[in-house]
C-alpha cells in the first residue's frame, strides 16, 4: 500500500508498477475482487491521502465533484442538494450507507461496474471526467471514458481527478429511476429534458439506460423521438424506449432476461417522462425505486 | 391466547430476555473462528472446477514446498481410514476419492502456518481431471443412459432415523424413494365433483447462516477432539468414531456459540475432513470455510412435483395424489430423509380419505442436498398449499373457508399410524385471517392470502440430561442441546426453575460438549423444548425425589412425611430450601445432587410423530402490473406451539422462519448454467433484508397446552416457513389472476405470467 503525496506523485507510482498496482480509492469494489482473487495486485496506491481530491465545488456552470468524494459526502452536500438535487438524490440509494460512506465516486467510475448508478446519471447529464497522467490532463465524456464492463479509457498513469458536471438550467428537469431486487440494480434510467418557456414542449432530452449492458448508453435516435410538442413526445414514448433498447442492446443474466430488460427500459422511460414533467420544480424529483 | 386456563407459571411462559443477548451483541460472544489452540495449524480446501470427472492424478510435490506448508493432503492420503461418511448412506468421502461429483467438492486441503500461506499453495496442486457426462436434474438422472455417479454399493449410515431401506446404490442414480398411501386414490379421483392438477417447482436455496461452516480439529494419541459449529455433535461424533476405528470415549465435539444453523448445520460436513487434516499434519488444524464455500457445501432438495387434489360436491376434499421428484445433488447427506418427510407432509393438515405420495430423489452433479430449515415440508407446501387455493376458486369458494371445512381437527387421526393431531388449525386460521384482514375490500393489485402447514416433527426422541443441584441451591443444566440462536439455552433454564423453584439467574447451561454433556440426538426438527424441555423437567423433579429422601433422612422422618414446596421442603413446622436439604445432608455446605432422565421412544413419546409442527402465515402482496414486482404489505404468523416457554423467543423464531420462507417466494434461488453455480455468493444470491419485510406484522401464538412436551408445550420455529411461498403464490393468483406454480415468484416470472395472460385473453 502506497501513499503519494500529489496526483504527479501517483501516477509516477501506477506508471511504475504498471500492471502490479492499481489505484485504490475507497476499495469497496476492488477490495472485494481482490478478495476473492479475482484481482491481484502487488501494489495499491492510495489515492485518498492525495489532498485537493476530496472536494465539492460549484463553479458558475458547472458542478465539479472531486475523485475521492464518498457517495455519502455528495448525498450529504448542501451545494449537492440545491444546485443537483438529482444527483443527491441518486446517491442517496446506492447500494447501503457503509457502501456509500467508503465508495468514491471517482472510484466508481473508474473501476466500470455495469450496474454503477452515477455512470448513468453522469452520462445524461453529460459530465466530463478529468483525468491527469504523468504527461499531462485532459478531459474525457462518460462516453469516452467507459469503455466496457470493469473497462476505461484510462491508462495505467492516469487518475480520475474530478468529474465536472454542467449544471442544469433553469428550464432542464431531471429523474434518474431504477429497478432492483438484487444487490446491484437491474436497470437504471436517467432522463433529462429540456422544456420551452410554455412548458409544454421538450427542446432537448438526454436519456441514459444502464446496469442492463456491459456499459450505460444513450441513443440519438432515441432522444429526437422525446423532443417536440409534448404530446407527441407522449405518442412516441415506446419507440423512444424501442430505439434506447436497441441502443443498449440488454444482456441475459441473473437480473433478467433481455427481453425483460427492454420492456423495463419501456416501463421506466415512461416513468421518468411522467415523473419530469409532473410539476416537481426543476430538478427537485424524488427518486424512486 | 389460550382459552383453556393457564397454570400459574412463576418463570416458564414469561419473555425473559435471553441468555446470550448482550454478549453477542458486544462481541463478547465465542464462536469457534474465535478459538486458538496452541501450535494449532490452518487449512484451506482445493475443489473441483469439474461437476463430473475422473481424477486421473493429483501432484502436491510442487504446493507441498511452499513457504509455511505442512502438508497437503488428498484422497489418496487416507490409508488407515475408512475415509467414507454419513449417517443414512456412507456416501461421502471425506476427500473426492478416484472422481468428483460436482463443482466445488473438495479435492485436496493444504495445511500451513496461516490460512495465506495454505490459500497460496493450492495454486501449486497440480490436479489432471478426465471430465465426464453430467446429470444435473432429476429427470437426467433417470434417463435409461444417465451416467452413474455412485457406481459402489454403500453401507447403509447407522444413524439414519427412518424406518425404511435405503435405496441408494444399487446400480441407479436413485438415492432414495417413499410412498405413502390409503384408501383409493384412482376411485375417489373418478367421482370428485372437482380436480386440480398441476407441476409446481419448488427451488434450490441455500439457508443462510452468518456464521459460515468453521471447525478446529486436534486428531493425536488420545482420540480426536473437534470445535465445531454444529447442530448435531452426537451424530458428528458417530461420523468421526466410524472414520478413525475409535471407541465414543475417545471422540469429542465441542460445540460453543453457534452463528446460525437453519438446518445446514445438521450432521457431518467439514469436520471429517478437518479431522484428516489434523491427522496428517499431526497438529490441531482450523478450517474456516468462506461463505461461497459454504454455498458449495450444502443447499435444500429443489423438487418437481406433479400433484393433483380433488374435492366432493359438499366441497370436501376426498383425495390427493402427488409424484415428487426431488434433487438430491452428489451425495445423500440427509436427503433420504428429507424424502420421507417430504412425502408425509404432502397430506398437510388435511384430513384426506385417499392418499397418493410416491416420492423419488437422485443423486445429480449438482451440491449436495440436505437439511434445511421445515424440513421438505415447504418444497411440497407450496403445491399443497396452492392446490387448495385453485381448488377453492374452481368450485367457487372461499379459501379461507374452505381450509376451515377441511383442516384436521384436533385428536382427529387424520394420518394412519401417527399420532392423533394435536394442534387447533381452525383457531390459528381465524387469527391469521383477522390478523391480515382477510374480509376487508381489496385495493388493485393486491392479494391476500392465509395458508397453513403442519409437520412431523420432532425427529426421533433419544435424549438425555443431568441438571445438578448445588448446595447452595444454585442449578446446572448439562445439555447436549445446542444453542443456535433459537434461544433453547433461555427457555431450558425457565423449565429447570420453574421445577426446582430457584431463581432463573441460578440456572446455568452447560451445553454441547460430548465429552461431559449426556446425550441428545439431535437439534433440529424444532425438538429441543419438546424433548430437551421434558428430559430437563423430568431431571428436575428427578433431583427433587432423591432431595426429598434426603430432607426424609436430615429430618429423620419417613420419606412420606416430606411435602415438596416450591424451592425446598416442608415437615410439618420444618422448613428446608435445596441449599438446608443439600449441605445437611452432607454436613458441609457443599456437595450436590444429580438429577437424570432419559427419554426414547416409549411412554408419550411412543407415537411419532412427536408432535405436529402447526402454524398458519396470511400476507397480504400488492404487485407492480408493469414491472411484476412483489411488495409485502401485510404478514402475520400464528405459532400453534401448545405453551410458548418463551414467548417473545418463539415469536422471533415464527418471525425468522416467515421471513426465511417470503425470501423463498420472493427471491432466492441458488441458479445452475449448465454444471456451474451462477449465483453462490451472497452479492449474486439475494437474501431477504428487513427492509423487504411489510410495516404490518402481526406475531400470534395460540397457547392450547395441547403438545406432550412440557406444561403442554410443543415445538415451533420451522412452520411459519413453510406456507410462505404458497402463500405468496395465492396472493398474487388474487391480486392480478395469474397462478404461478414456481417459486421463487421474481418480477420477471410474473411479468411474463401476465403477458401470456394478456396473449391468451387476446386471442379470445
Redesign the interface.
Known sequence: MHQPKSVGEAAEMLARFGEKGRLYAGGTELL?AMK??LLRYEHLVDIKTVPGLDKIEAKNSSLSIGGTVTHREIEKSAVVRERLPVMAEMTRHIANVRVRATGTLGGNICFAEPHSDPATLLLALGAVAKVQGKSGEKALSMSEILMGAYETALAADEILTAIEIPLPAKSQRAAYLK?Q????PTLGLALVLSLDESGRAITKAAAAVGSVAPKPCRSEQAEALLTGPREKVERQLSEASGALADAADPVDD?E??AE?KR??IG?YLRRAFAQVLSGNPPGREKIAD | MSKQKKRDFHVVNHSVPRRDGRAKVTGKAAYVSDLKLIGMAYAKVLRSPYAHAKLVSIDTSRAASQPGVYCVITGNDLEGLDPYYGHAVKDHPLLAIEKVRYAGEPVAAVVAVDERAAFEALEYIDVRYEELKTVLTPQEAMAKDAPLLHEKKFEAGALRGFEGDVTAGRGTNLCQEHHIKWGDVEEAFKKAAAVIEGEYYFPMTYAYAMEAYVAIADVNDNGVTIYSSAQHPFMVRHDLKSIFNLPVSQVRLIVPFVGGGYGSKSYTKIEPLVAACSWKAKRPVKLQLTVEEAMLTTRSDDAYTWMRTAVDANGKIIARQAKIYMNTGAYAENSPLVVEKSTNRCVGPYAIPNVQIDNYSFYTNTVPASSYRGFGCAQVTLPGESQIDELAAKIGKDPYEFRLANVAKPGQEFFPKMRPFDGTLEEDLAIAAKAIGWKEPLARGRGRSVACSGSDAGAYPLTSTAVRVHADGSATIMTGSTELGQGSHTVIPQIAAEELGVPFENVRVVSSDTAITPYDRSTGASRTTTLMGSAVLEASREAIQQMVVMAADVLKVKVEEIQVVRGGVRCGEAQLNWSEVISRFYGLPDGEVIGRAYIRKAGKFSQLPVFWETACTGVEVSVDEETGKIEMEKLATVGDVGLAINPALAEGQDIGAATMGMGIGLFEELVYQGPQLMNGSILDYRLPRFSDLPKKVELHLVENQDGVGPYGAKGGGEASLNSMAANIANAVARAVGVRIRQAPLTPERVWRALKEKEKVKSQK
Open positions: 472485494l476473492h482473487d429497478f431486487t438484487h444487490e446491484r441473473l433478467g432476461s425483460y420492456h423495463l416501463v
